[in-house]
């Protein structure tokens, strides 16, 4: 399984913005369902985001809808996370990874957590004043 590299973490104030990207060399993104993830110290890895740029599709989890934006760029091979309005919640290692078709995601109103093989580099991002 090929690992998508995660970056653009990093401290950020209580209300303010961040960017994440995801990319990879190894294959063209366009065609799967690309998923955000994160895992706060202590506790479970969790789905915040899915998008599957060949039908126009997304999910949020609750915790960050109307705040995290997810967008691809098929140009850069690069799929983003812009995070608006972010609370020390927010604080955790942000992983992206294939994943499921978001459709699906949105039926079952919950993201899976793929397998080991499927996580490569993550980026913290930390939100403290």
């Known amino acids: 399984q090929v690992q998508l590299v995660a970056s653009g973490g990093g401290l950020v104030q209580p209300g303010g913005s961040l960017r994440l990207s995801c990319t990879t060399s190894?294959?063209?993104?366009?065609?799967?369902?690309i998923g955000w993830f994160r895992q706060a110290p202590g506790k479970e890895r969790e789905g915040v985001a899915c998008i599957s740029s060949s039908v126009g599709s997304t999910y949020y989890a609750a915790s960050v809808k109307g705040r995290f934006t997810i967008s691809s760029d098929n140009a850069k091979n690069t799929v983003y996370l812009q995070m608006n309005n972010v609370n020390p919640e927010d604080t955790a290692v942000y992983y992206c990874?294939?994943?499921?078709?978001?459709?699906?995601?949105?039926?079952?109103?919950?993201?899976?957590?793929?397998?080991?093989?499927?996580w490569g580099q993550g980026t913290q991002v930390t939100v403290s004043s």
């Open positions: 190894r294959f063209n993104l366009e065609p799967y369902p």
């Open positions: 990874a294939t994943t499921i078709p978001c459709t699906t995601t949105q039926a079952m109103g919950d993201m899976p957590i793929p397998g080991p093989d499927y």
